[in-house]
């Protein structure tokens, strides 16, 4: 099931996990899709905004680190979430990349630092181009309706807004450097290991300090003690709004869960299949021990995920026409369910209040039927956390996380698993 779901995905993938084979007897899939359509569903899966691990980017503050490899990758994971929920957002499930097909289907286990190499030539031919005008910041909406005859290059300068705010710069709002900054106040430093529901922390607070334009419309809540009180979402929907805008805003729910004890508990594979075969879910933060990857999909017993640990070269987003290539995943990959650590966060992306009421009784009802145990794995409750006798802490900009917070993610980081 490939997930949130454009169509469904019964195809068989290679042991080696990268190439695609054509669709096996026996497969469900809606009237409306072709059975075996291979290119249609790389298409969908290269399309997502692929961040890996990158060296020789500028060096982070208070560190002699210019690379990330072999300890950012749950913070690439929770990048790759945070963007694909920002590609519904801003451009719509139904939204492909256009050169998504003519990117090679190389086998990714040889994109290490050095064979990346061969994307450096179109890297160095932009360095003679023309930089992009340090003016003030003009908003996203307004750039694009130079273009409104042109739905193409409206898409376009969205997908590439959208992967400028990942870059690796101090500048860049989602980028690494920033995101480490905000791990700083809960104790996290460069180089350290960032585990799935620290990441869904510094992601809220990355998108609650963004002060880009075209992001005042969307924040993130993340499940307090696995609870997601309805009423605490609604707040942050309808609040600090614009003047001159009267909707309420997007949201991206993160609900930081564990699916057993030292092993993930296979009873728990039919939940995380439900998980991913809802319209509101952007994915999971999860991995296997020692390895952090974003799951996107499924088939049969075997997840669907894209990989962050290639080095790959740093790409300076803030020049005209960067390359994107190496933001593009080139092939999928699966592994068993039971290799899962049990440790992960699950994203769900919901376009306003009534798109989250409507999502969190369609979840409620899906944690019901997937659940064997007497308790589902999270849940949904009216009401805010006040109202549960939560203590609620206001926060400055020199304490961007309460003491609540602080005390929850310590006890997270001690769970979750570590990078050797």
Same mark, same amino acid.
């Given at each position: 099931?490939?997930?949130?779901?454009?169509?469904?995905?019964? !195809?068989?993938?290679?042991? #080696?996990?990268?190439?695609?084979?054509?669709?096996?007897?026996?497969?469900?899939?809606?009237?409306?899709?072709?059975?075996?359509?291979?290119?249609?569903?790389?298409?969908?899966?290269?399309?997502?905004?692929?961040?890996?691990?990158?060296?020789?980017?500028?060096?982070?503050?208070?560190?002699?680190?210019?690379?990330?490899?072999?300890?950012?990758?749950?913070?690439?994971?929770?990048?790759?979430?945070?963007?694909?929920?920002?590609?519904?957002?801003?451009?719509?499930? *139904?939204?492909?990349?256009?050169?998504?097909?003519?990117?090679?289907?190389?086998?990714?286990?040889?994109?290490?630092?050095?064979?990346?190499?061969?994307?450096?030539?179109?890297?160095?031919?932009?360095?003679?181009?023309?930089?992009?005008?340090?003016?003030?910041?003009?908003?996203?909406?307004?750039?694009?309706?130079?273009?409104?005859?042109?739905?193409?290059?409206?898409?376009?300068?969205?997908?590439?807004?959208?992967?400028?705010?990942?870059? #690796?710069?101090?500048?860049?709002?989602?980028?690494?450097?920033?995101?480490?900054?905000?791990?700083?106040?809960?104790?996290?430093?460069? +180089?350290?290991?960032?585990?799935?529901?620290?990441?869904?922390?510094?992601?809220?607070?990355?998108?609650?300090?963004?002060?880009?334009?075209?992001?005042?419309?969307?924040?993130?809540?993340?499940?307090?003690?696995?609870?997601?009180?309805?009423?605490?979402?609604?707040?942050?929907?309808?609040?600090?709004? *614009?003047?001159?805008?009267?909707?309420?805003?997007?949201?991206?729910?993160?609900?930081?869960?564990?699916?057993?004890?030292?092993?993930?508990?296979?009873?728990?594979?039919?939940?995380?299949?439900?998980?991913?075969?809802?319209?509101?879910?952007?994915?999971?933060?999860?991995?296997?021990?020692?390895?952090?990857?974003?799951?996107?999909?499924?088939?049969?017993?075997?997840?669907?995920?894209?990989?962050?640990?290639?080095?790959?070269?740093?790409?300076?987003?803030?020049?005209? #026409?960067?390359?994107?290539?190496?933001?593009?995943?080139?092939?999928?990959?699966?592994?068993?369910?039971?290799?899962?650590?049990?440790?992960?966060?699950? +994203?769900?992306?919901?376009?306003?209040?009534?798109?989250?009421?409507? *999502?969190?009784?369609?979840?409620?009802?899906?944690?019901?039927?997937?659940?064997?145990?007497?308790?589902?794995?999270?849940?949904?409750?009216?009401? !805010?956390?006040?109202?549960?006798?939560?203590?609620?802490?206001?926060?400055?900009?020199?304490?961007?996380?309460?003491?609540?917070?602080?005390?929850?993610?310590?006890?997270?980081?001690?769970?979750?698993?570590?990078?050797?």
């Amino acid at each position: 099931m490939w997930n949130f779901l454009k169509h469904d995905f019964c !195809h068989l993938l290679r042991k #080696d996990e990268n190439e695609l084979l054509p669709a096996r007897s026996g497969c469900t899939i809606e009237d409306h899709v072709i059975a075996g359509n291979v290119e249609e569903f790389r298409k969908d899966f290269i399309s997502r905004i692929w961040l890996t691990y990158r060296e020789e980017f500028p060096q982070i503050e208070g560190s002699a680190l210019t690379t990330d490899c072999g300890w950012g990758c749950t913070l690439r994971t929770g990048q790759m979430l945070l963007a694909q929920g920002l590609i519904l957002h801003f451009l719509g499930r *139904a939204w492909t990349w256009p050169d998504a097909l003519n990117i090679e289907n190389s086998d990714s286990e040889s994109w290490t630092s050095n064979t990346v190499k061969k994307f450096t030539a179109s890297f160095e031919a932009s360095l003679s181009g023309e930089r992009e005008l340090k003016t003030p910041t003009i908003s996203l909406k307004e750039k694009i309706e130079r273009y409104s005859d042109d739905r193409e290059m409206q898409n376009e300068i969205y997908h590439r807004k959208i992967i400028s705010w990942f870059g #690796d710069s101090p500048l860049a709002v989602f980028g690494l450097h920033q995101l480490i900054e905000y791990g700083k106040k809960s104790g996290k430093k460069a +180089g350290d290991w960032y585990g799935p529901a620290v990441v869904a922390h510094i992601l809220r607070k990355a998108v609650e300090e963004a002060r880009h334009p075209d992001l005042k419309g969307i924040t993130i809540y993340v499940a307090q003690d696995c609870t997601v009180y309805s009423s605490d979402v609604i707040d942050k929907q309808c609040t600090s709004m *614009a003047s001159d805008n009267t909707n309420d805003k997007a949201v991206i729910i993160l609900v930081p869960v564990r699916l057993g004890g030292e092993r993930t508990n296979a009873d728990y594979l039919d939940f995380v299949k439900g998980i991913l075969s809802l319209e509101y879910c952007v994915g999971i933060i999860g991995g296997k021990p020692k390895q952090s990857y974003y799951f996107a999909g499924f088939q049969d017993d075997s997840l669907i995920y894209m990989d962050p640990h290639y080095c790959q070269s740093f790409v300076d987003v803030s020049i005209k #026409d960067f390359p994107l290539e190496t933001f593009h995943c080139p092939s999928p990959k699966k592994m068993s369910f039971r290799k899962m650590d049990p440790s992960c966060t699950i +994203g769900f992306y919901c376009r306003n209040v009534q798109d989250f009421k409507r *999502a969190s009784e369609e979840i409620t009802k899906m944690l019901k039927i997937s659940s064997k145990e007497k308790y589902p794995l999270f849940t949904f409750v009216n009401g !805010h956390s006040r109202d549960y006798d939560f203590t609620s802490t206001t926060t400055n900009e020199e304490d961007l996380f309460s003491e609540d917070e602080k005390k929850r993610i310590k006890r997270f980081s001690t769970e979750e698993f570590v990078l050797l």
